[in-house]
């Protein structure tokens, strides 16, 4: 527990000397995202609509690190319409996409660790994938729209006569600039979380008919592919947003 004190107080710091006021609103925002977190789980114990409650806390989310952290102003504006259109795309797609993929529920290899506990659950585990993934991909959705509304701003401020159309083809360019690194973001972060899952699987001596077929690795692959494709298509529709908002059309 001390070492995470610490950690989270050297965070904290780097972040005020890097951000300044910016920075410690970040802070906050972080922490306030977790009691938003632990706020829908404790909602989804009550068995309340599964579907309400996460779009509700996935728009909190947004709200606190578009309008918290940086402000009330055009770009968070356009951001948060982009991250809606998203997460509506997201609501209208994925369950579909998981249903025929197989992924809700607790996968075979599970079942021993579960077996001391009740399997008498209230829960749609088909409902509950879905809130998993557009909550998992708020972080990766949310960056890349305040990134593109951002640097839109600033080209905007230094070109006020631009029209719609250019200021629409530099929003394009710029999300063509972060697309790899978002990409490659996902990438890492799920191999180096699914590291362990991988070196088990190669003890269990898995074929690979048995490891592409795994419901665990399987839904996590899709939750990365899902998160991925959204994070892009969020580039385009926030430099849409943006170029319509900031020329006044």
């Known amino acids: 527990m001390n070492v995470l004190v610490v950690l989270g107080t050297i965070l904290l710091m780097l972040m005020l000397v890097v951000g300044g006021e910016t920075g410690f609103f970040s802070f906050l925002g972080m922490c306030l995202n977790v009691l938003v977190f632990l706020g829908m789980c404790y909602f989804l114990n009550q068995q309340g609509n599964v579907y309400l409650i996460a779009f509700i806390s996935c728009i909190l989310i947004a709200c606190l690190n578009f309008f918290f952290v940086n402000g009330w102003n055009q770009r968070t504006q356009s951001a948060f319409i982009a991250t809606i259109i998203v997460m509506v795309l997201v609501c209208l797609i994925v369950p579909v996409i998981v249903n025929k993929a197989y992924i809700q529920g607790f996968a075979a290899e599970e079942t021993e660790?579960?077996?001391?506990?009740?399997?008498?659950?209230?829960?749609?585990?088909?409902?509950?994938?879905?809130?998993?993934?557009?909550?998992?991909?708020?972080?990766?959705?949310?960056?890349?729209?305040?990134?593109?509304?951002?640097?839109?701003?600033?080209?905007?401020?230094?070109?006020?006569?631009?029209?719609?159309?250019?200021?629409?083809?530099?929003?394009?360019?710029?999300?063509?600039?972060?697309?790899?690194?978002?990409?490659?973001?996902l990438l890492f972060a799920f191999f180096g979380s699914q590291l362990a899952l991988v070196i088990w699987f190669k003890d269990l001596h898995y074929s690979f008919a048995q490891l592409i077929n795994s419901q665990l690795l399987v839904a996590e692959l899709l939750t990365m592919l899902l998160t991925g494709i959204f994070a892009v298509l969020i580039l385009p529709f926030t430099a849409w947003i943006c170029s319509k908002r900031y020329t006044g059309k």
């Open 113 to 185: 660790e579960l077996g001391h506990f009740s399997m008498l659950i209230d829960v749609d585990f088909s409902q509950l994938s879905l809130a998993l993934i557009l909550v998992g991909m708020m972080g990766a959705v949310t960056d890349s729209a305040l990134a593109v509304a951002s640097a839109m701003t600033e080209v905007k401020e230094r070109h006020p006569v631009m029209s719609q159309k250019e200021l629409l083809n530099s929003g394009l360019r710029m999300g063509k600039d972060i697309l790899g690194t978002t990409i490659n973001t």
